[in-house]
């Protein structure tokens, strides 16, 4: 059955405005949850983060006070729809086994992605930023077995494997070489837009996040690796951000934007295994309903434009948290040793590659290679989660004492 999100009906803005009893959601348990769930709780928080903070620059730029007045009222409802996602993660899990689920979110919603992504182009985005975030979560592993003596497959749970992607030492390239072409919004198709959207506010978050938790740790190597990890994050953004067609006029964004909200509370309402967190995937969905009614009158007012000439006729097929362990191997068989060169991928280090690497690096070992021999030596072992057998890449095997 077809979905158009702009036939339906959803909840009055007036009645939006939830009490702070309303607001106090239980969270999840750490335990007992579908790690999935948690990872739809943190992709909602970064698509609301983004509509707020989307919502902010819009204001700062327009001169319409009705327009101002309206954008304030929707934006204290994606303030408290950011409120009640985000208080649904559990303050029992540790910041570090948080930022494992960042990376199990960024692994397999952006490998769904280059998995569905019709546009060649774009296609490769998504797949050579997959084998770095595969990275991380490998990394922030082995921190986490170092410092608080656990595993991640009790947080992943098998779903995600956890090995070395493109080493992160490697993912540090001079910043020029992270901006992509953009799509040309008259001629992509309208999934690729929410594809672009989703994936830039997921890593936008991520980035948000490291920046702010880095300095809570009193472990030098904790500190190290949240900065090093931090700084890709920054880069992620440019990569993910320039795919979006910087022509599209606020109106259009804002557009985009509230549709994208329903297209994804839709899926994880479709989706969701936890029956009290799909309730509130269903509210939150009837409540961009309207949102994107607004939305909509605003870009026919002010565009002149009617919002089916520029959004798809139905939402697109569910999007979905599933293992994508096959693809990631394939990927990381096929496409490990890319870089960027200006906004083209190659397969050999190039010369403004090798002075970032001289620059950030200076001849020392990164962080991101000095947690791995650290926690070696200290659980007599590094930390691996290979599910399917051994790692794709011969020269990244290793030999584990059991
Ligand atoms: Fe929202
Ligand atoms: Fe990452
Ligand atoms: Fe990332
Ligand atoms: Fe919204």
């Not at 903070?53 to 304030?72: I, N, T, V």
């Not at 934006?75 to 540790?94: C, D, F, H, M, T």
């Not at 002010?302 to 293992?323: K, S």
Request: one cysteine or more.
């Amino acid at each position: 059955m077809t979905f158009n999100p702009l036939r339906e009906r959803g909840i009055p803005l007036d009645e939006q405005v939830r009490t702070w009893r309303e607001l106090a959601v239980m969270p999840v348990d750490p335990d007992e949850s579908d790690p999935y769930t948690r990872c739809r709780i943190i992709t909602m928080n970064g698509i609301e983060t983004e509509a707020i903070f989307f919502s902010h620059h819009m204001a700062r730029h327009c001169p319409d006070l009705e327009m101002r007045q309206q954008l304030a009222r929707v934006r204290y409802i994606e303030a408290q729809q950011q409120k009640a996602v985000n208080w649904l993660l559990p303050g029992l899990a540790s910041v570090l086994e948080t930022t494992i689920t960042y990376e199990q979110v960024a692994v397999d919603l952006t490998a769904w992605v280059a998995r569905m992504e019709p546009d060649p182009y774009l296609k490769q985005a998504y797949q050579f930023g997959v084998l770095e975030d595969f990275d991380h979560l490998y990394r922030y592993a082995n921190l986490y077995e170092m410092i608080e003596h656990r595993k991640a497959e009790k947080i992943v749970d098998g779903l995600t494997e956890v090995m070395p992607g493109r080493p992160t030492y490697l993912q540090h390239r001079n910043p020029v070489d992270n901006v992509r072409q953009n799509y040309d919004k008259d001629a992509t198709a309208p999934i690729s837009k929410l594809h672009a959207l989703t994936i830039m506010s997921a890593e936008q978050q991520t980035m948000n996040f490291y920046m702010n938790v880095g300095p809570l740790y009193m472990e030098p190597i904790a500190r190290q690796l949240y900065q090093e990890i931090g700084m890709v994050e920054e880069e992620h953004v440019t990569h993910y951000e320039s795919l979006v067609d910087p022509g599209e006029t606020w109106w259009e964004m804002l557009l985009n934007h509230e549709y994208n909200e329903c297209y994804l509370y839709h899926s994880f309402m479709e989706t969701e295994s936890d029956p009290r967190i799909k309730a509130i995937w269903e509210l939150h969905l009837n409540m961009e309903l309207e949102h994107l009614r607004l939305a909509a009158e605003a870009f026919k007012r002010h565009d002149g434009r009617d919002p089916e000439q520029v959004l798809a006729p139905a939402l697109p097929a569910p999007v979905t948290f599933e293992p994508n362990k096959a693809y990631v191997r394939e990927l990381l068989a096929t496409q490990i040793d890319y870089t960027t060169i200006g906004t083209g991928y190659v397969q050999e280090a190039h010369e403004r590659f090798e002075a970032m690497q001289r620059a950030v690096l200076d001849d020392e070992k990164a962080a991101s290679e000095v947690i791995i021999s650290e926690n070696a030596m200290k659980s007599g072992h590094e930390y691996r989660l290979e599910t399917e057998g051994p790692h794709p890449v011969p020269s990244l095997r290793m030999n584990r004492p059991t």
